[in-house]
């Protein structure tokens, strides 16, 4: 057997692993796992473009989350997969209705108008959740040539505000908007958390709901780069092929998406990597509330704690452990647990939290 020299490289780490902080689970590496499967799936060649073994046994893998019609195509990330998924329902004079605290909406730099070519309706809700009445207010005008026509409703499970729908939510939601002649997008950015805190299948509050087509989240879960769309309704999703390539979401080496994706769907990793990360939002929602003058201000059921506090107290928080503010007018703050956020990283800035609390006056 030939021998494999040890690899060297000339780079050099740059950061201290020991730094820790709340600001999102997408601070956090890559899974040990996920890193065996990439080194697993290199040397040699593979098709490019998705040609791959890899990238075909993805799509055994995802129809077992699924359902048996799913069709998967990997993109490079989440703002990719939704501009792509919103524009394969969309005619040139869609509109998309979806929460006003909607990442398509707040975090991706118009990237669904100026890229995807669609107009957002958005709607204000309390908890981040549409319901078929939030819809219907901007649900109409389908024969008005001078409004943009409502052909999607795209809601994300979980929302921005860290709030779970129930599979019961979500297929009244589907069940309305398919009445009213609409498709429906669920963005999975953190689709896993979501399933660990209902304790439900993905595919319960997906395929079965009756949604048309998803975004699935990986990076924010243990992958090292990578999304996918997944097209659930067989009459949806029409040339994805040819948008993927058209919104520059089209992989060369695809085979080292589509492997990332298997490592973490093909047993449990998804699983057990949102559970945990679950668990540490709750131990730290937990013991902020012991905390006098810190509010939690949403439900607490995936792996986000929404607070408001002190600007100052954030502030000085901020120089120990990161975090961002959702809010800084009025003191609201956003943590984020990860995969491989501890108990002691938890610990730690409850401990952090209660010292600069005690030092405002």
């Not at 990238?55 to 359902?67: A, D, K, N, W, Y």
């Not at 660990?196 to 509050?205: G, I, K, N, S, Y």
């Not at 998406?257 to 093909?266: G, N, R, Y």
């Amino acid at each position: 057997m030939a021998h494999t020299p040890a690899v060297e490289t000339d780079a050099k780490r740059r950061h201290d692993p020991g730094v820790r902080g709340f600001a999102s689970d997408n601070y956090a590496g890559a899974h040990p796992e996920v890193l065996a499967a990439l080194a697993l799936a290199n040397g040699g060649h593979q098709t490019a473009y998705g040609g791959d073994e890899y990238t075909e046994h993805l799509q055994q893998v995802m129809r077992s989350h699924f359902g048996p019609y799913a069709r998967t195509f990997p993109v490079f990330n989440g703002t990719g997969a939704n501009v792509v998924a919103l524009q394969a329902l969309t005619d040139r004079w869609g509109a998309v209705i979806t929460a006003d605290t909607a990442h398509v909406h707040v975090d991706e730099c118009g990237a669904p108008e100026r890229v995807g070519g669609l107009k957002l309706l958005t709607v204000p809700t309390e908890d981040g959740k549409l319901t078929p009445d939030l819809i219907d207010r901007e649900a109409y005008g389908w024969d008005d040539e001078h409004r943009a026509m409502p052909q999607v409703v795209s809601i994300a499970q979980n929302t921005e505000l860290g709030t779970v729908y129930t599979p019961d939510e979500i297929r009244a939601i589907c069940e309305h908007a398919h009445e009213r002649g609409m498709k429906v997008h669920l963005d999975g950015a953190r689709i896993a958390n979501a399933a660990a805190a209902l304790d439900v299948p993905m595919r319960a509050f997906t395929h079965a709901a009756g949604v048309d087509i998803l975004s699935f989240g990986g990076t924010k879960n243990g992958m090292l780069f990578g999304e996918a769309v997944v097209v659930l309704n067989p009459d949806a999703g029409r040339a994805m092929a040819h948008l993927r390539k058209l919104s520059m979401q089209l992989a060369s080496k695809m085979r080292f998406i589509s492997v990332q994706l298997e490592a973490l769907l093909a047993r449990d990793l998804w699983l057990r990597n949102a559970r945990h990360a679950n668990t540490m939002a709750q131990r730290l929602a937990a013991g902020v509330r012991a905390v006098d003058g810190v509010e939690i201000l949403h439900p607490v059921q995936a792996n986000a704690v929404f607070a408001r506090l002190p600007h100052d107290v954030s502030e000085r928080l901020q120089k120990r452990y990161r975090f961002y503010f959702w809010d800084e007018a009025v003191g609201d703050v956003r943590w984020m647990c990860a995969f491989d956020t501890t108990e002691d990283d938890v610990d730690g800035f409850v401990a952090a939290l209660r010292e600069e609390m005690a030092r405002t006056p």
